[in-house]
């Protein structure tokens, strides 16, 4: 607000022409120095200063004399509008978008943070599938992506076979292993929800273990986000979900061990029915040795993510997932410590085996044309 008059000392000072005249000795003596007058705020922002009314000597009639200055306030006018600021979470948006420039891949989990998106990709190019609340635990990915994985029973010609798969469609595609379907006559398929359903198979793969199924007459299922087997390290935790010995939906949790491993599988159909009538898991080979039971003279190897979440009879097709609720590997093979010749299993020892998803992803377009075993 502009002032209306000069403070005592601002700016030259002047000589009163009266200065030396007759006093009338009845007058009380004017002060020799007025009081400051005091600034008054009468609201935020506007500032008054008062009145200040200075009396020297006159003609006595109040009026005209030089001596005597009579200053009034400025009557305070409304008080500008503070420009208002832009406030909540776009505001916060804009300054991520500008630190984003300089620091790259943190943009998207930025934003995903601040507007509560739990689609965003985040900086280790994986989608946040687990709502923020429940991220990084165990229970919140079990809920996200329970729905997604399903429990497969077999018929063979000469007994039955129980897996694990995982919902990669709405409309019922699922990724499996192929020895979990291998010489099936007919497939049936159990949801989370305990809806049943009969599949087909679409597509196999017996060098990677792979097999793709297709339910018939579904429609509205939950798919599962498929990560990136890249990005996982060793130390990583992770969940795994799957039917082990029928139990649907069970899930265990641990890390990865070891990425990379040169797991051998069998390819052979009959070696599969073997092992799955007898309750053990699928036979595979590590490291030059033979694991429940022989492999047999038809394999195949391929690089696998080892984990020591709990692995049993069942798991096989499952999903290995990280705490962002991302398929990062199919569960194929475990370790029994079961002798071959005993009929009893004492299930998962910490060493479990899954196809890296990468490796799953770049074989659906083979599996949907109908795999490389046809």
Do not use: C
């Amino acid at each position: 607000m502009t002032e209306s008059f000069r403070r005592d000392g601002e700016y030259e000072q002047y000589t009163n022409p009266y200065q030396g005249a007759p006093v009338n000795p009845e007058w009380p003596p004017p002060p020799t120095q007025p009081p400051a007058p005091q600034p008054v705020t009468v609201e935020p922002g506007t500032t008054v200063w008062p009145a200040q009314t200075q009396v020297a000597g006159g003609d006595g009639n109040g009026g005209g004399g030089g001596g005597t200055a009579v200053m009034t306030a400025v009557a305070a006018g409304p008080a500008p509008s503070p420009k208002k600021r832009a406030r909540g979470p776009f505001a916060l948006l804009a300054a991520v978008a500008i630190v984003a420039a300089a620091i790259g891949g943190g943009t998207a989990y930025g934003i995903q943070e601040l507007t509560g998106n739990d689609t965003v990709a985040s900086s280790s190019t994986s989608t946040n599938v687990v709502p923020s609340s429940a991220r990084g635990t165990v229970s919140g990915v079990a809920k996200a992506v329970s729905p997604s994985i399903v429990e497969i029973n077999a018929t063979l010609s000469n007994g039955s076979s129980t897996g694990s798969g995982v919902i990669i469609t709405g409309n019922g595609e699922i990724i499996t292993n192929n020895h979990v379907i291998a010489g099936a006559s007919s497939i049936k398929v159990s949801t989370s929800d305990g809806k049943e359903y009969t599949a087909k198979v679409v597509g196999t793969d017996s060098k990677k273990d792979l097999a793709l199924i297709k339910l018939e007459n579904a429609s509205g299922l939950t798919p599962a986000t498929l990560g990136n087997s890249d990005g996982v390290q060793v130390g990583d935790q992770v969940v795994a979900i799957g039917s082990p010995e029928g139990l649907t939906g069970t899930v265990t949790s641990g890390i990865v061990s070891a990425l990379n491993r040169d797991v051998t599988v069998s390819t052979d159909e009959s070696q599969g029915q073997q092992q799955q009538q007898g309750g053990g898991g699928w036979p595979f080979e590590f490291g030059g040795q033979q694991f429940n039971g022989d492999t047999g003279s038809s394999t195949t190897t391929y690089k696998a993510l080892q984990t020591d979440a709990s692995l049993n009879p069942g798991n096989s097709g499952g999903a290995l997932i990280d705490m962002n609720g991302n398929i990062v590997g199919i569960n194929s093979a475990m370790y029994s410590a079961a002798d071959s010749t005993s009929s009893s299993n004492p299930g998962s020892v910490g060493l479990g085996f899954a196809i890296p998803i990468n490796t799953v992803k770049a074989d659906l377009a083979t599996l949907r044309a109908g795999g490389s075993d046809n």
